[in-house]
């Protein structure tokens, strides 16, 4: 059974780094053609791709912020982190982690994690 | 930077077929933009539907079917049950990266 789950901040401040942590079980990230990816939903949008690391430490960003974002794995402890930096009010999302396979991007996701963005 | 567009909404009756389609900016939806239809209902996480265009995933009802049309991906769902009621999205690969499409609300009525 395949589960990911999110974790980290519910509330950041301003111009500070959020730091997420994806925690999975079910499959490993040493398996070539795996990986996994972050997505954001602000409140009542749509979704956004941010970032996928993959099994072999190949990195993938959204074009449009790639400036702000790292995404880092540790396979030992079967977790996936992100940091963005700059938060910004509009960065205010529930942000999910999920499964990646080039055949079956994104097939589970863990429950999301919504991080409000507020001085 | 591609754009992914989709209906905002549409509208449906129980039993009946609808048919929602996915854009790109670049111009054609071909299979190598690999398209997958996502469904997502309120307050829960978006669930997969279909991937590489037209494959339904174990838990994917065969009421809902992927093609590709008119240069657009498309998700159709013929029968349409009450429980289908729900936010739709695509995904395409373009580009080196993974790009969402606006969602469909799907209002079945």
């Known amino acids: 059974q395949i589960t990911l789950k999110e974790s980290g901040p519910t509330l950041v401040k301003p111009t500070q780094t959020l730091t997420l942590t994806c925690t999975f079980s079910?499959?490993?990230?040493?398996?070539?053609?795996?990986?996994v990816g972050w997505i954001r939903q602000p409140p009542g949008k749509a979704l956004e791709w941010l970032a996928l690391?993959?099994?072999?430490?190949?990195?993938r960003y959204s074009p449009s912020l790639k400036s702000r974002l790292t995404v880092t794995k540790d396979t030992s402890k079967k977790q996936v982190v992100l940091t963005m930096t700059n938060m910004n009010p509009v960065d205010t999302a529930t942000y999910y982690c999920?499964?990646?396979?080039?055949?079956?991007?994104?097939?589970?996701w863990g429950q999301g994690t919504l991080v409000t963005v507020s001085s | 930077q591609t754009v992914v567009t989709q209906e905002p909404s549409l509208t449906v009756s129980p039993g009946g077929t609808v048919t929602l389609t996915c854009a790109s900016s670049?111009?054609?939806?071909?299979?190598?933009?690999?398209p997958n239809w996502f469904q997502q209902k309120p307050g829960q996480a978006p669930r997969a539907l279909i991937y590489?265009?037209?494959n339904r995933h174990s838990w994917t009802p065969a009421r809902f079917s992927g093609s590709l049309l008119g240069g657009k991906a498309a998700l159709t769902l013929s029968g349409v049950q009450p429980e289908d009621e729900a936010e739709y999205y695509c995904?395409?690969?373009?580009?080196?990266?993974?790009?969402f499409g606006g969602g469909t609300k799907l209002t079945v009525l």
């Open positions: 999920a499964s990646y396979t080039g055949t079956t991007p994104f097939l589970y």
């Open positions: 079910g499959f490993s990230l040493t398996t070539g053609g795996v990986g």
């Open positions: 690391i993959y099994w072999d430490d190949d990195k």
């Open positions: 670049t111009g054609a939806v071909t299979s190598g933009y690999y």
């Open positions: 590489s265009t037209s």
């Open positions: 995904l395409l690969y373009s580009g080196g990266a993974q790009v």
